[in-house]
């Protein structure tokens, strides 16, 4: 099975500054067809999650563009360039190339 | 508006069986594959079963194959899952979501299943 590993698991940020989010997978994320299947999802305290960022690198509607996705193979990267007090929450990385699809173990984003 | 609400949670004893139900709306349910993903008290995302559009094709984690059974109704608009020998680490937020291009689209809000003596 596919292991994501994500770091750091814990990212205390100032508001307006970047933050970045890194996450690994044990083998390569590149499927037969040609694609890469990372997501991003963000879950706020109390709440569901919500999905960011599919296929790498592309926005969810209704994600603002300070959210990005990035990286190939097996290394992958969620940056936000201005933390705001709503990106407070736990975020995770997903492979969906190879089943059992698996999630990462998630970073806490909290505001210092 | 994609509507997901899952119900039939609750506390089982070890051993025991329980089915989920998650009604879904908003959108054309026959038209896409469906999901089980749970989070334990405290814990990380785990995804537990997956089912296609027609229910041809079903896909388990390792840790529930054999015990869990995912299936749905479209002409109802309803997503199942039957959990049988449920144990501890069973225990946890169960969400019902779309699924997509390899990945999740909607989630619902989850219903939380307790597997305790």
């Known amino acids: 099975d596919v292991v994501m590993t994500q770091s750091p698991l814990s990212l205390p940020v100032t508001l307006g500054q970047p933050a970045s989010i890194s996450c690994r997978s044990s083998?390569?994320?590149?499927?037969?067809?040609?694609?890469?299947?990372l997501n991003w999802f963000q879950q706020r305290p109390g709440q569901s999650p919500r999905r960011l960022i599919y296929?790498?690198?592309n926005r969810d509607s209704g994600v603002p563009d300070r959210f990005s996705g990035s990286g190939s193979g097996t290394d992958f990267t969620l940056k936000i360039s201005r933390v705001e007090a709503e990106d407070v929450g736990i975020y995770y990385c997903?492979?969906?190339?190879?089943?059992?699809?698996?999630f990462g173990q998630g970073t806490k984003l909290e505001i210092k | 508006e994609v509507q997901l609400v899952e119900s039939g949670g609750g506390l089982v004893q070890p051993g025991g069986s329980l089915r989920l139900s998650c009604a879904g709306s908003g959108f054309t349910f026959s038209n896409y594959w469906m999901s089980w993903v749970r989070q334990a008290p405290g814990k990380g995302l785990e995804w537990v079963a997956n089912?296609?559009?027609?229910?041809?094709?079903?896909y388990y984690v390792d840790s529930v194959e054999g015990r869990f059974t995912i299936s749905r109704d479209n002409a109802e608009n309803s997503l199942y899952v039957h959990m049988n020998s449920l144990r501890a680490e069973d225990t946890g937020l169960y969400y019902c979501?779309?699924?997509?291009?390899?990945?999740?689209?909607?989630w619902g809000q989850g219903t939380l299943v307790t597997v305790s003596s």
């Open positions: 979501a779309t699924s997509a291009d390899h990945s999740i689209i909607d």
């Open positions: 296929k790498v690198s």
């Open positions: 089912i296609k559009y027609d229910g041809s094709e079903k």
């Open positions: 997903m492979q969906g190339t190879n089943w059992p699809y698996s």
């Open positions: 083998e390569s994320l590149v499927h037969s067809n040609g694609n890469i299947y």
